[in-house]
C-alpha cells in the first residue's frame, strides 16, 4: 500500500507562492526591520544600547538575499546539498579559481580553527602580531603548538621585517590579519606579496581577508588571492559576516589549494546553513547592495575620523568596520563609562590597555558615541 506525500505538487506550488508573497511583504518592510535592529523600545520608552562593540554591519543586508531566504523557507526541510554547490560555484566564480579550491564554512572562524589544528603540534609555532586577532593562534596553543607574536609599528601597521625575523625552523604558519583587528590599518600589497613568496618551504601563509572589502581599493587592489591562483602557499578568510551583513546567518570561506583543503577538511566542522547558502549565493549578485554598504562604511568611518582629528585624539588609520583610538584611560574603565551612557564598545586587546576598538554603526549612531565620547573624555580629564 503507497503512501500519499505529505505535500501533493499543488500543494508545494502554493507553498511556494506563499512563501513568495511572504517575501515580498518583507522586502516592503525592509527599512523598518534594519532600523528596528538598532533602537530598541524598552517599556519606559527608552532606546536600547548603540551596540558598536562586535564589528556587526549596522546597515542591513541584501534585500535579494531577503528574498532568497523566504523563498527557500518551504524546503527548509531538506539539507543544503544542492545550495552548498551553488554557493561553491558563486564563489568560485567570483574569485576566478576551481571549485576544489572553495571551502564553505559557517562563518569564517572554522577556517581559522581548521588551520590551526592541522597545523599545530609540539614543537611547532605560528607567527602572527600583537594586538591582533587571536581565534588561529589561540587555537593553535590548545593543539599543543606555540605561538610568536611580533609587535606592530610605530604606525600600527604591520612590521612584515620583523615577522620574517620570527620565522624559525620550527615554524609552519604566518597568521596575518588584513587589515589587522583590531587596529584597522592594511599592508601594502605588493609587500605582502614578496614577503608570502619569499617564506621558507614548509611555512604556510594565511591571510584573513574578512575587512579587506572595506580597505581603499578594496578586493581587486589588496587581496593576495593572486598568489593562490598561482599556487602559493597560501590560505585566505573571508566572511558574509561584514560587508554583507549577515552575521547572524554564519556564512563564510576559505581559499586555498586543494591539497590544503584536504589536509583541513581532516577536522571539518559542517558547512553553512541553507538559508545562509541561498542567501549568500543571492548577495553575491547584488552589487547594488555591496555598493551601498561599502560607501556607507567609508561615509560614517570618515566621519568619526573627522571628529577624532578635531578633538586631537590619535587613532591607528581604519580600512576596516571599526577604528581603534587611545582613549588615554583603562579599558576596563572606559568601556563601563560609555556603558552607563547606553553606548557599547570593544573589548580590551592586549597589551594596548588605554585604547578602544570602537565598530562602525549608522550616522545616527556614531552622532551618539561622539557626543557620549567627549563627554566622558572631558570627565576624565583627556580633553
Known amino acids: 500500500m503507497s503512501i500519499k506525500p505529505l505535500l501533493s505538487g499543488m500543494e508545494q506550488r502554493s507553498s ?79 574569485e576566478m579559481v576551481p571549485g576544489d579550491y572553495i571551502m564553505p564554512t559557517a562563518g569564517s572562524g572554522p577556517v581559522l580553527v581548521m588551520a590551526a589544528m592541522a597545523y599545530a603540534a609540539p614543537g611547532k609555532n605560528v607567527v602572527s602580531v600583537e594586538p591582533g586577532y587571536t581565534q588561529l593562534i589561540r587555537t593553535f596553543e590548545k593543539f599543543g603548538g606555540e605561538t610568536k607574536l611580533v609587535a606592530l609599528n610605530d604606525e600600527l601597521e604591520y612590521d612584515l621585517e620583523a615577522v620574517k625575523a620570527a620565522i624559525d625552523e620550527n615554524t609552519v604558519m604566518v597568521y596575518l590579519c588584513n587589515p589587522n583587528n583590531p587596529t584597522g590599518t592594511i599592508v601594502d600589497p605588493d609587500e605582502l606579496k614578496a614577503f608570502i613568496r619569499d617564506l621558507p618551504d614548509g611555512v604556510v601563509a594565511f ?57 583541513l577538511s581532516d577536522f571539518h566542522m559542517g558547512g553553512p546553513n541553507k538559508l545562509g547558502c541561498v542567501a549568500a549565493t ?14 556607507s562604511y567609508k561615509s560614517v568611518r570618515k566621519m568619526v575620523t573627522d571628529r577624532l582629528d578635531e578633538l586631537g585624539i590619535e587613532y591607528a588609520t581604519p580600512h576596516g568596520s571599526f577604528v581603534f583610538m587611545k582613549t588615554g584611560v583603562p579599558i576596563k574603565e572606559f568601556q563601563a563609562l560609555m556603558e552607563a551612557e547606553n553606548v557599547l564598545v570593544g573589548r580590551p586587546f592586549p597589551p594596548m590597555f588605554d585604547w578602544c576598538r570602537v565598530s562602525i554603526g549608522t550616522e545616527e549612531e556614531m552622532t551618539t558615541f561622539l557626543s557620549v565620547f567627549e563627554e566622558v573624555m572631558k570627565g576624565q580629564g583627556k580633553l
Do not use: C
Request: glycine content about 8%; overall charge negative; cysteine-free.
Open 16 to 94: 511556494r507562492l506563499v512563501a513568495s508573497l511572504f517575501a515580498a511583504a518583507a522586502l516592503s518592510l525592509a527599512p523598518q526591520v534594519a532600523f528596528s535592529q538598532h533602537e530598541v523600545d524598552t517599556d519606559e520608552g527608552s532606546q536600547g544600547p548603540v551596540k558598536i562593540n562586535g564589528n556587526e554591519n549596522a546597515f542591513g543586508y541584501s534585500q535579494m538575499a531577503m528574498m532568497a531566504i523566504m523563498q527557500e523557507l518551504p524546503d527548509i526541510n531538506r539539507y543544503a546539498f544542492e545550495e552548498t554547490m551553488e554557493l561553491i560555484d558563486a564563489i568560485a566564480m567570483r
Open 207 to 263: 591571510v584573513d581577508e574578512a575587512y579587506l572589502e572595506l580597505s581603499e581599493g578594496g578586493l581587486e587592489a589588496n587581496s593576495m588571492i593572486s598568489l593562490v591562483r598561482e599556487g602559493e602557499d597560501v590560505i585566505l578568510a573571508r566572511t558574509f559576516s561584514k560587508v554583507y551583513g549577515m552575521a547572524g546567518l554564519r556564512v563564510g570561506y576559505g581559499v586555498m589549494k586543494p591539497e590544503f583543503k584536504k589536509k
Open 282 to 295: 543571492a548577495s553575491l549578485q547584488d552589487p547594488a547592495f555591496f555598493e551601498m554598504s561599502v560607501s
